[in-house]
């Protein structure tokens, strides 16, 4: 559904590509996470993919059709969540969500989707007088009103407290369920985790990793189990491998008490350090 | 037709929630009723100021017509700084169509309120024929501000700066009725330049259509390079 090979852009006025020859494909339904610090190319790569960058080299493709031949009609199909809120602020919230959704062939109510948000109650409120989380849930609701097929979403969970996070997020799993395609930028290691079948780790403007966050872990985690025993300050470390014939770890578990017990499974934070040597600051 | 009454609700709304656009937007009004009754008013106090008329009318013209130019201007200059244009570029409408819409807003209502000035203002009256050539002259001003100010000023304080310094600019070819013979010809690049020559025209009984003809054609030319300009440094194509 989305394929992009061998793409490259460079801003006008430098000369380090911002974007340096990358290649990824996005299958219909899925959601793919673009992972990396700020300033990675995350959002050049999603700009270049709903037109708002030009002069790129490289294939970037939609449904089978590049990029630059797309017509006007490409937007009713696709929905853009900015990283950064951008509403029109003396106008309330439902005025703004009105505002762009009649440009569409068709839209979903606009109520509804504030409801989605908890935001049913600040419809009729001036977006200048919203806090940054309620400006960004109001950008992510609007990316999608009407009904598109892809949706890019760049820092979606960005400024969200836990409870809003996990609003945008369980609406984010409820649109897979649907069969959007979804192209997800974060630096949250733990919500890419969460919502994306694919992740690619991206530094610099070159993908160094790009599998499926099981995949990742399975490769990169220490095949081991730490346990912690009452008394003890010593952690035991045993090879998962054969563990169940490991006359160490059986006798342990049988005669000490157990104060925890964890598999040494890497996260993607720590997948991406090892990987890239860099953090996700 | 619905996208356009959309986005012109959509900039009235940002108007009447504004109180320096809203004083913007009186002030027409405010200029016709000046020309309407205190400068027949102080000419009788003064009648030397009767031979002036003219430039009072040019220049209320004028000044009416930017004030859309400089709204529609400031709308954008907002609609940059909040990103929205951004939001905008997404939207299954072309830039072209949005940059027309708003260079149209502009040009229909300022020529409506020039063409109101000319008829209520009742002093210097060119013939309606005239005054419809004078508005579509005058309205032009307005898309010309608005290009200027949206496409080089940052934001809403380099706006302000950037309309005082235009109207400075437009106002300047009034000088060429004080210059002798073909001098009067240094200011024919500024488009306003020809609107003035109409108005002084028509007053005069001589033919207004290539004063027409030449503002229309600066104008045109004015545009096509600021369009391209708006174009490349603020939808970035």
């Known amino acids: 559904m989305i394929k992009v090979k061998d793409l490259i852009y460079t801003y006008p006025g430098t000369n380090k590509p911002a974007i340096n020859k990358i290649s990824f494909t996005i299958e219909k339904g899925e959601v793919f996470g673009f992972l990396g610090p700020s300033g990675a190319g995350k959002s050049t790569v999603q700009k270049i993919l709903f037109k708002l960058l030009s002069g790129y080299s490289g294939l970037a493709e939609i449904d089978g059709k590049a990029v630059k031949d797309q017509d006007k009609t490409f937007y009713e199909k696709i929905g853009v969540g900015f990283e950064l809120p951008n509403h029109y602020l003396k106008l309330t919230a439902l005025e703004n969500l009105n505002f762009f959704r009649n440009f569409y062939s068709s839209s979903q109510d606009p109520l509804l989707m504030l409801k989605t948000v908890g935001l049913e109650k600040d419809a009729n409120k001036k977006v200048s007088d919203f806090s940054k989380g309620m400006k960004m849930r109001l950008n992510f609701i609007r990316s999608f009103i009407h009904n598109p097929d892809i949706l890019f979403l760049d820092e979606p969970t960005s400024g969200l407290d836990p409870v809003n996070s996990r609003i945008i997020k369980d609406i984010i799993l409820d649109l897979k369920q649907q069969g959007k395609t979804i192209f997800i930028t974060t630096h949250q290691m733990h919500d890419a985790d969460e919502l994306c079948d694919t992740v690619a780790f991206l530094v610099d403007g070159n993908i160094m990793a790009m599998d499926k966050p099981q995949n990742l872990k399975l490769q990169y985690s220490k095949r081991t189990v730490e346990v912690m025993v009452e008394n003890e300050l010593t952690k035991h470390e045993f090879f998962l491998n054969d563990l169940g014939n490991n006359q160490e770890f059986i006798t342990l578990v049988r005669n000490k008490t157990i104060n925890t017990i964890h598999s040494k499974e890497a996260s993607l934070d720590d997948i991406f350090i090892q990987v890239t040597g860099k953090t996700l600051a | ?160 700066a950037f309309f005082k310094g235009i109207d400075l600019l437009i106002l300047m070819p009034i000088l060429s009725f004080f210059l002798p013979g073909l001098w009067k010809y240094l200011f024919s690049p500024i488009p306003m330049f020809w609107t003035y020559e109409l108005y002084s025209n028509a007053i005069k009984g001589s033919g207004t259509i290539f004063a027409f003809f030449c503002g229309t054609v600066v104008y045109l030319l004015i545009f096509a390079f600021l369009i391209s300009q708006f174009k490349k440094r603020v939808f970035n194509l």
């Open chain 2, 1 to 160: 037709m619905k996208k356009i009454v959309l986005l012109t609700v959509n900039d009235f709304k940002h108007v009447f929630r504004d109180r320096m656009l809203c004083v913007f937007l009186l002030a027409p009004l405010l200029l016709t009723c000046f020309v309407r009754f205190f400068v027949p008013y102080i000419s009788e106090v003064y009648p030397i100021i009767i031979d002036y008329h003219i430039y009072i009318m040019m220049f209320g013209g004028i000044q009416t017509s930017i004030m859309f130019g400089f709204i529609t201007a400031f709308i954008i200059l907002e609609e940059k700084d909040e990103n929205v244009l951004q939001a905008i570029r997404v939207l299954p409408i072309t830039p072209e169509y949005f940059i027309v819409y708003r260079l149209l807003f502009a040009t229909v209502f300022s020529s409506l309120s020039a063409f109101l000035m000319l008829v209520f203002s009742g002093l210097v009256w060119p013939g309606l024929w005239n005054s419809f050539l004078l508005a579509i002259q005058y309205g032009l001003a307005a898309p010309f501000i608005t290009l200027i100010i949206a496409t080089y000023a940052k934001n809403k304080v380099e706006g302000l």
